[in-house]
């Protein structure tokens, strides 16, 4: 008897994992349907920041995510480019930056109490469009938005039979299921910025 309920549990837990890996398997295929891509450059919408990209920012999946404003503050701008009316945004990137010494990684994070942040929403099959500032000197950047990722944790992983699953599952599997904080999916721009001095950026 204490045999068969040994070789049950074991099938339930690789049923389990399985399920589990397939679950995140499909999540990471929805991620790769956002993307960060150039639009223009500007060097006099805001004397305070400098010069700026525009970039497109699109969610071609069914998730909805959130963006945290840089600053923790309300960063709209409308823009009349072109002879018409333009909205966009700065949010929290990540970068990778050319410097004289090489290249830095660097992260702009929300803050830990998430009340003082101002969020901005991407729904499903939408697009906003962001700015990201720029180095001086014409100096290369790589950018990468960061979408938060909804927590997913079902209500199952809380009751009788899902807690005792739980507990038994590999802490890496473990962090998977249970999300304790907000999951940060960094979405690349699809080329370098530099301006001036585009004629160098790589695509």
């Not at 790589?142 to 009751?159: D, I, M, Q, R, Y």
Request: net charge positive; proline share 5%.
């Amino acid at each position: 008897m204490e045999t068969k309920l040994k070789v049950t549990i074991a099938v339930v837990m690789v049923g389990l994992i399985a399920v589990t890996c397939l679950v995140f398997t499909r999540d990471r295929a929805h991620d790769n349907q956002v993307s960060f891509t150039f639009q223009r450059y500007s060097n006099d919408l805001d004397p305070y920041v400098g010069d700026v990209a525009f970039l497109w920012l699109t969610n071609a999946s069914k998730k909805s995510y959130l963006l945290s404003m840089t600053g923790n503050s309300n960063t709209f701008v409308a823009d009349t480019a072109f002879g018409r009316f333009k909205q966009s945004w700065m949010v929290n990137c990540e970068f990778d930056d050319q410097t004289t010494s090489g290249r830095s990684n660097w992260t702009q994070l929300p803050s830990l109490w998430r009340g003082s942040n101002s969020y901005l929403g991407l729904g499903p099959r939408s697009g906003i469009v962001v700015r990201v500032p720029l180095q001086r000197d014409g100096q290369h950047r790589k950018a990468a938005v960061l979408c938060e990722v909804p927590t997913t944790t079902s209500p199952f992983w809380a009751g009788g039979v899902g807690f005792q699953l739980l507990r038994v599952l590999p802490q890496s599997l473990r962090h998977k299921v249970i999300q304790p904080k907000p999951l940060l999916l960094p979405v690349w721009c699809d080329r370098e910025l530099s301006f001036p001095g585009d004629k160098y950026i790589q695509k």
